[in-house]
């Protein structure tokens, strides 16, 4: 099948709800495609709008961690999306195919994807459906984010739901504050990634539940189990760095680029370092956000500074936690009352001794005087 004159197609590499990805070749150039058929059977009038935005939105970018755009346009009356070939498959064909991933691997994933994010972030661009199918890895494991069918701009105040009132996205992967209809932003994103690291590390996602309103209401009101109590071999640094990205209040987690550049520095193969107490905020369990500061707390002025995890439970304080996490916990050294001086010690005594001097001289007086009266 050729189309448009010069697009010849192959074979079908993937379906989806809006159309069907061909493995294909540029007649004109030589090289090898990937071309998305917008599927045309007129079930969904915005389909060609969401299709169109998918390509302006994703021709806005380029970067070797997110999929290129190539083409567009319409060939018997179906919109066509010309793309960048990615020899490989998903990280959910990965995860498949060999389990949850080793943390060298999933420090790169979760590099590459925090790169490919920022860069979309730079441009204003939200992608709303970060999930391990979006996540395309070649065959030297470079991971590109692929799919901004969804993607909206920070400033479009439809970003949060459809014309039908559904909110959209993958609800496994949902940010708290989209369940609730807040417009999605860069930090939705980002919670989102990190409920994606989860489920590689883990093997399932944070929170399932058998209907979407439970599942919803588990990002809003549930915290996650720690990785390492459900089998995951994840350094301490890196499981509190990926609780950090799983925190309820977007304002609390680290950005996209401090994530790409926290994995990359290899910080995630330590442990974490102690937090100032005065970083904890208030009786809600939860550390005060460090973006306002010149650098996140823990870590020296000018590296690259991540959003430190959420304030770990005290021992007892919370069911389900082990004696492993006393390994991240924050310790706060009291600081031991000063004994008293010597010198300190005979100005008490002495005025203790004047103030007993004074009293015996006053009875005293007051004897002698009513027996002279």
Same mark, same amino acid.
């Given at each position: ?252 987690? =680290?950005?996209? @680029?401090?994530? *790409?550049?926290?994995?990359?520095? %290899? #910080?995630?193969?330590?442990? &974490?370092? $102690?937090? !100032? ?12 956000? =460090?973006?306002? @500061?010149?650098? *996140?707390?823990?870590?020296?002025? %000018? #590296?690259?500074?991540?959003? &430190?995890? $959420?304030? !770990? ?61």
């Amino acid at each position: 099948m050729l189309v448009a004159g010069r697009y010849r197609l192959d074979t079908v590499i993937g379906r989806g709800g809006m159309g069907e990805v061909w493995r294909g070749l540029d007649e004109v150039l030589g090289r090898q495609i990937a071309v998305k058929l917008l599927l045309n059977d007129g079930s969904d009038a915005s389909a060609e709008a969401r299709f169109r935005l998918e390509a302006q939105t994703s021709a806005r970018l380029n970067h070797p961690h997110v999929v290129g755009t190539l083409d567009f346009g319409a060939w018997e009356d179906r919109c066509f999306l010309v793309m960048e070939l990615i020899e490989g498959d998903s990280l959910a064909g990965e995860l498949t195919a060999g389990g949850p991933l080793t943390p060298e691997r999933l420090a790169q994933v979760a590099q590459h994807s925090a790169e490919g994010l920022a860069a979309a972030h730079a441009q204003g661009i939200v992608h709303r459906d970060v999930k391990p199918g979006n996540l395309l890895s070649d065959q030297q494991g470079t991971v590109r984010i692929a799919d901004f069918g969804i993607a909206r701009f920070v400033d479009d105040p439809s970003g949060a739901l459809t014309t039908t009132g559904q909110i959209v996205g993958t609800g496994l992967y949902l940010a708290p504050e989209r369940a609730i209809g807040t417009p999605a932003s860069a930090a939705s994103d980002m919670y989102s990634l990190g409920c994606v690291l989860y489920h590689l590390a883990v093997g399932s996602p944070p929170f399932e539940a058998s209907t979407a309103t439970a599942l919803l209401y588990q990002h809003v009101d549930s915290a996650p189990v720690p990785p390492h109590q459900r089998g995951a071999a994840l350094p301490p640094a890196f499981e509190a760095y990926l609780l950090s990205m799983l925190v309820k209040r977007p304002e609390e987690r =680290p950005t996209a @680029r401090q994530a *790409a550049d926290w994995f990359a520095g %290899g #910080a995630w193969r330590g442990v &974490p370092e $102690p937090l !100032p107490p005065e970083q904890w905020g208030g009786g809600s369990g939860q550390r005060r956000a =460090p973006s306002q @500061r010149g650098t *996140a707390p823990g870590h020296r002025r %000018g #590296a690259s500074a991540p959003a &430190p995890a $959420p304030r !770990p439970a005290r021992a007892g304080a919370a069911p389900g936690t082990s004696g492993r996490d006393s390994e991240w916990n924050t310790s706060v050294h009291r600081v031991p009352a000063r004994r008293p001086g010597l010198r300190s010690s005979l100005r008490r005594h002495s005025r203790t001794a004047a103030l007993v001097g004074g009293t015996v001289l006053f009875v005293s007086a007051l004897l002698v005087g009513k027996a002279w009266f």
